[in-house]
């Protein structure tokens, strides 16, 4: 009689626990869709031996499910992770892939009552490239 009722405790437990996590969904991206290109433009870096300052300004459209953003985005390459942009929705992060050649990843997060949304993106470019664009690569949420 313990056994089975020990076994029902842990079966709800378990059963609770399943429900009370949160569930997150990774969605299918797009490439057709103009909200998953971002547009970077006055991309700019400055580099000194102590490390590389960025700057660049980025445009994301509005869609039905996606809010748009328009910010100015700057850091140095010595950060590991993302850094806030002046839109605190956005994110950037500059990593050096070689010589005057870097990778600029940025990842957006919006939110609605009890879900939250986040899309993310990278685009590989050279130090002479003032405008780009960033494909988003990944979208996923949590509810």
């Known amino acids: 009689m313990q056994l089975a009722t020990f076994l029902l405790v842990a079966l709800l437990s378990i059963f609770h626990m399943t429900l009370a996590a949160p569930t997150y969904h990774h969605y299918t991206v797009t490439p057709a869709n103009p909200a998953l290109t971002w547009h970077v433009s006055n991309f700019y870096t400055s580099c000194s031996p102590g490390g590389c300052a960025y700057r660049f300004d980025i445009l994301g459209i509005a869609t039905r499910n996606t809010p748009g953003f328009n910010t100015t985005c ?70």
């Open 74 to 143: 700057n850091g140095t390459d010595m950060e590991t992770d993302y850094t806030f942009c002046r839109d605190k929705h956005i994110k950037a992060k500059l990593t050096a892939v070689k010589s005057r050649s870097w990778k600029v990843e940025v990842m957006h997060a919006w939110f609605k009552p009890g879900a939250e949304f986040y899309a993310e993106g990278s685009a590989n470019v050279t130090s002479s490239m003032r405008n780009f664009t960033i494909p988003v690569t990944d979208t996923y949420g949590a509810a």
